[in-house]
Nanobody
């Protein structure tokens, strides 16, 4: 049974930072491209960042480039999202996702976590 468990969300003031983690189990982590998506109330779920299996390449939505950094530790079966210079518009539920093949930026993923809430106050 595949599980993706996100953690690290919370309430932060604008300009602050948070680090999200997503620990995977039930799969061979290094075989999977990993992604982070977010969904704000009333909006669709949008791509935030993705990382290749080896961690050699990261991909970002334009809205977070230069502020967010995705990384992974294959020994710990964990992917991270470091979020700096947070803005109120970053407020959303953040989801991690895993897939075996495909473009990291494409929305079709094989497995999804339950999400973690990030709230940025102004």
């Amino acid at each position: 049974q595949v599980q993706l468990i996100e953690s690290g969300g919370g309430l932060v003031q604008a300009g602050g930072s948070l680090r999200l983690s997503c620990e995977a189990s039930g799969l061979t982590f290094s075989y999977y491209t990993m992604g982070w998506f977010r969904q704000a109330p009333g909006n669709e779920r949008d791509f935030v960042a993705g990382i290749t299996k080896s961690g050699g390449s990261g991909y970002y939505a334009d809205s977070v480039k230069g502020r967010f950094t995705i990384s992974r530790d294959n020994a710990k079966n964990t992917v991270y999202l470091q979020m700096n210079s947070l803005k109120p518009e970053d407020t959303a539920v953040y989801y991690c996702a895993a897939k075996v093949v495909g473009n990291p930026m494409a929305p079709r993923y094989d497995y999804w976590g339950q999400g973690t809430q990030v709230t940025v106050s102004s």
